[in-house]
């Protein structure tokens, strides 16, 4: 069974940083591509960055130059470094761990999310 847990929301002023990490944990041989989504009130869900196995990442527009995407492989986690926070980056965020090899199946999986707020 794999799970992913994920740390470090919480409220920030305008400017300010906050570091994500998501902890996947179980018996994985490998994990394709590890990503942070997030979705704000009466949005859809949207990529943030992602990171593929050989450490190639992509970003989205709004958050280039200000959000940093690295991994761990040794420990299953990967991290979103968040500075410069706009009160436009309040949203929950998730992340996500594509094509997990197991023992038993290849899936995705996605972490329970947590709250990042920006506020004065």
């Known amino acids: 069974q794999v799970q992913l847990v994920e740390s470090g929301g919480g409220l920030v002023q305008p400017g300010g940083s906050l570091r994500l990490s998501c902890a996947a944990s179980?018996?994985?041989?490998?994990?394709?591509?590890m990503g942070w989504y997030r979705q704000a009130p009466g949005k859809e869900r949207e990529l943030v960055a992602r990171?593929?196995?050989?450490?190639?990442?992509n970003y989205a527009e709004s958050v280039k130059g200000r959000f940093t995407i690295s991994k761990d492989n040794a420990k299953n986690t990967w991290y979103l470094q968040m500075n410069s926070l706009e009160l436009e980056d309040t949203a929950v965020y998730y992340c996500n761990a594509e094509r997990v090899r197991t023992l038993m199946r290849t899936f995705d999986y996605w972490g329970q999310g947590t709250q990042v707020t920006v506020s004065s």
């Open positions: 990171i593929v196995s050989d450490g190639t990442t």
């Open positions: 179980g018996i994985i041989f490998s994990i394709n591509a």
